[in-house]
């Protein structure tokens, strides 16, 4: 039995963490510019802001590069998980696997989310119009990942 599940993100979403970041990197620069040469009263607070700003530009940015801001294919079968990104591929056994909880926020919602943890990575997957799916995934994985003796008193 193998499940495969493909979350797809948009370009878009990608240049525009990428233009605010380099905006944001922008006014920093202008700010700290107009500062250095003697514009402005409170410069700790300016040197606060700009160094906020500046972080965040730069947060932005490399948010776009990570392999959650790609397409992701997660494949379920009886070896564990292998999730396919934009880098290459990551492959899981059962053992790696912590734990795995589904979120259901409202029974009347359409949306639903797999929260996988391994030894390594965290991976919240969206399941949307698919709960079913979402349920046999969690139920699979569930049914083969070790728990703790005492979760189960």
Not at 141 to 151: A, T
Request: net charge neutral; aromatic share 16%; hydrophobic share 40%.
């Amino acid at each position: 039995m193998s499940f495969t599940y493909t979350v797809s993100k948009r370009k878009n979403n990608r240049i525009t963490y990428r233009l605010i970041g380099i905006l944001f990197l922008l006014v920093a620069g202008a700010q700290l510019f107009l500062t250095l040469n003697g514009y402005g009263k409170h410069k700790l607070l300016t040197a606060l802001m700009l160094t906020f700003l500046g972080f965040y530009g730069i947060y932005l940015i490399r948010a776009s590069f990570r392999k959650q801001a790609f397409d992701i294919t997660y494949i379920f079968n009886e070896d564990g998980l292998t999730v396919k990104h934009h880098y290459g591929e990551s492959i899981y056994s059962f053992d790696d696997i912590e734990f795995v909880t589904m979120v259901i926020a409202d029974e009347n919602m359409i949306f639903y989310v797999l929260n996988v943890k391994t030894t390594k990575d965290a991976y919240s997957i969206p399941f949307t119009m698919k709960g079913e799916l979402c349920e046999k995934i969690y139920e699979f994985v569930n049914s083969r990942i070790k728990h703790d003796e005492d979760e189960t008193k």
